[in-house]
């Protein structure tokens, strides 16, 4: 008998990988959103379920993510049924990675976001993980890429870090491995509870770095981002040539 994605996801909200994402997540989010609240929240993903809980007490109204017309954003649509601006903080967990187009995709979360909104991202790190073979993502990301996705869509990054570095040097070997056996591997499969709530530990301790700096390699990838024109971001002007002056402008001056 089939399930809904709700009932899919909700087997792996206990899973040490979705709640260690969802510590790191809320963290950030805690400190980066304006009056660390939220008026509309906008949660899209299954796996952003596990964030929704968390976000209650800071979010005073919050759609998604399993509302039937967000099912397919992404997937198969690159719109939303919600007016512009409508929403001051936007989640899109596991959504750009499966996107067909993620360049609308992204286009269309900054469309709902308001001026003064803050746009939340996770996405799978690493395109050398990524296999022809892969059950998973469609495409992986790396900090600049990321970066440039955003910039092209008018966002501005805020924050950009890695997720899930400290176990990252055990799941990478693995991930590879099965690569080249042709078997991916789900590191959100069942496991004993002692090894999910060591694992989950372990994952949720970086919220103590990534909110201080930028964590330089993980599994995952958590970015926040703004209106470019919230954040007062421009090109910064370029320096005037300083090239040997002209003999005409010396004599000028001699004179």
Known sequence: MSTSPKEHFETLNDHWWSRG????????????????EAKHALLLGPSAD???????????EISGPFEKN???????????????????????????????????????????????????????AHPWLFSDNDSGPRRRYTRRSLAKRLRDCDLTPERNTYANSLLFPLIAPAALAARLVDKPVDQRLPMPKLANELCYRAFAAERFLSRHVDLPLGQTLVALARHREATGWILPERAPERGRPRIASIQ????
């Open 70 to 124: 967000l099912q397919e954003f992404g997937v198969t649509g690159d719109t939303l049924p919600y007016e512009d601006e409508s929403f001051d903080l936007v989640c899109a967990l596991d959504v750009l990675g499966e996107a067909e187009d993620d360049e609308a995709v992204v286009s269309e979360l900054r469309r709902v976001l308001s001026p003064e909104g803050l746009l939340l991202l996770a996405v799978p």
């Open 252 to 255: 000028t001056a001699c004179c």
């Open 50 to 60: 596990a964030l929704r809980e968390k976000l209650e007490p800071i979010c005073g």
């Open 21 to 36: 994402r969802c510590a790191v997540s809320l963290d950030l989010l805690r400190r980066h959103l304006a009056h660390g």
